[in-house]
């Protein structure tokens, strides 16, 4: 195969993915994700927006002096201020890109930009200098191109390759495209400008109408040779293609699309089910390679062909994206040196004082629990770190009681600020009291907006992952907490939500903030 034929994998789950509400990640949580993308082999990782925030800027930063085998890029806005901040944050990087993008489309530059044409070409070739002066890599958007007139991409398209973009990308920003047509523009746009050849053509498929997979397939079919893509399909409103969908569908289809990519498939499950861990987004159970059912053959029929011969049924295998590869790892005589050689294993690396302190943690569990698995492992390093968090409230003790005909009652301690305060409520289930007995203390005036419970694995004795999410003032929370005690799982949601919310700080949006 030549280089023509490999598609590039830019992953955008910690830029884009953390746009979705209430998915916003700690600079601990990036890094374990960026790691666990490099071990898949991704070969962009788009770690943040650099001028965001402080701790957007200190998140690039730690990934790109951390990864080494995948390009790190940042997101810069067109202006000088983003795009030195993004250049500041990637100045360790191995390999690092700049991706700065401006709207193209006529409504936005109407009504957002509030902008001429000219000028927006004007803006975006003086901002892809700067970037190309600051960095080698450097990649351009142009926002809003599936509605954006082709005559018009055409020029800033040109313009942008000539003052130094690398890659041009050409994004579905609304979701608005049809396979064909997107295709077609990706088609007419690599004939039409002039100096296409100098450049990678990449696309950006939001899934609005559930067609984000299928543009970027199209396009990668007209030459784009760039997907840009999340893990589990994260990313602002419906979210964007999903990377197991691309990869697996380049890879199942080889013959059709003739292209490849370098993913190492089978480490596509668990950096789906970490992903999901860290953001709370549980992963629905007939979602594409990832859902819990996407092997399940439930038909008598099918179960008969598949066992029979597996391809009568399946297209790829489940080992494949690494299904199966979760075993039984380990159990309560376990010891610590097993326990740190499976988390490498797993792609997860901790400081010494945080490995003492999740191994305290998995000897706790496998007396709870006979059989760990790695998804248990994942969730209890989830939990491990996310405690490190500072805790303005820490659950210090619960009791619930429920029984037939009686009203649920839940008792409990908490620490607040290390000052032990006690509460007492009902409620019409015990995780509701619960929640009401926290609130009694804590006063947040927030608004329960989401409230989800998965096991983590098979079996009544599974740990139950619950997912909290929490409104208050405009400002979304997502908060995790596992158990094999689901109410026990349920407060400690509740509690790191909270928690979140005391910490989380005003971060700009790179689509909303204005240039
Ligand atoms: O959807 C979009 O257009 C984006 C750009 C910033 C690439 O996310
Ligand atoms: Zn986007």
């Known amino acids: 195969m030549s280089s023509n034929d490999r598609v590039i994998i830019f992953d955008t789950t910690l830029r884009d993915g953390e746009q979705s509400p209430g998915a916003s990640m700690t600079g601990e949580e990036k890094l374990r994700i960026a790691k666990a993308l490099e071990r898949l082999r991704v070969d962009v990782i788009e770690a943040g927006f650099a001028i965001a925030s402080p701790g957007d800027f200190a998140a690039v930063k730690t990934i790109a002096d951390t990864i080494h085998d995948s390009t790190v890029c940042s997101l810069a806005r067109a202006v000088d201020a983003d795009i030195e901040r993004a250049a500041e944050a990637l100045k360790g ?34 901002a892809v200098t700067k970037a190309r002066n600051l960095c080698a890599d450097v990649e351009f958007s142009c926002e809003d191109a599936g509605r954006s007139d082709i005559d018009f991409l055409c020029r800033i398209v040109e ?3 000539d003052a130094g973009a690398r890659t041009i990308n050409i994004p579905d920003t609304v979701g608005y495209a049809i396979p064909h047509q997107y295709g077609e523009l990706i088609a007419e746009l690599l004939t039409r400008i002039p100096n296409a050849d100098k450049a990678v053509f990449s696309v950006h498929c939001h899934n609005d109408l559930g067609l984000a997979v299928a543009n970027s397939l199209a396009a990668v079919v007209a030459g784009a040779r760039q997907v840009e893509c999340t893990i589990n399909g994260l990313g602002e409103r419906a979210g964007n293609a999903a990377l197991e969908e691309i990869v697996m569908a380049i890879k199942t289809r080889q013959d059709l699309l003739g292209v490849h990519t370098r993913i190492e498939t089978e480490h596509i499950l668990s950096a789906s089910r970490l992903v999901s861990g860290i953001t709370g987004f549980p992963v629905q159970p007939n979602k594409a390679i990832v859902g819990a059912n996407a092997f399940a053959h439930e038909s008598g029929i099918h179960q008969d062909g598949v066992l029979k011969h597996r391809e009568t ?5 489940a080992q494949s994206v690494g299904w199966n590869a979760n075993k039984m790892v380990m159990g309560k005589h ?3 040196a097993a326990f740190r050689s499976r988390l490498d294993e797993l792609g997860i690396a901790l400081a010494e004082d945080e490995l003492n302190a999740a191994f305290a943690r998995f000897k706790d569990l496998a007396d709870k629990k006979h059989e760990i698995f790695d998804e248990d492992l994942q969730a209890l390093v989830t939990d491990t770190l996310t405690e490190e968090t500072p805790e303005h409230y820490k659950l210090t003790s619960l009791e619930v009681t429920s029984k ?41 005036q927030a608004t329960l907006q989401l409230y989800s419970v998965n096991a983590i694995t098979q079996g009544t004795d599974s740990q139950g992952e619950v997912t909290v999410r929490l409104e208050k003032g405009g400002r979304i929370v997502n908060g995790n907490g596992a158990d094999t005690d689901i109410v026990v799982a349920s407060a400690k949601a509740y509690l790191n939500a909270l928690n979140l919310m005391q910490a989380s700080v005003l971060r700009a949006h790179p689509q909303v903030e204005g240039i």
């Open 93 to 126: 990087a191995n390999s690092g890109r700049i991706h700065t993008f401006i709207a193209t489309s006529p409504i936005h530059m109407q009504y957002k930009l509030r902008m001429q044409p000219d000028q927006v070409v004007e803006q975006a070739v003086r």
């Open 334 to 336: 376990s010891g610590r």
């Open 404 to 444: 037939t005909g009686q009203v649920p009652q839940a008792r409990l301690m908490l620490a607040v600020d290390g000052h032990e305060q006690a509460a007492s409520a009902q409620g019409s289930g015990p995780v509701d009291a619960t929640f009401k007995a926290i609130e009694s203390i804590a006063g947040s």
């Open 313 to 317: 049924y399946e297209i790829m295998s």
């Open 159 to 161: 313009a942008a390759i």
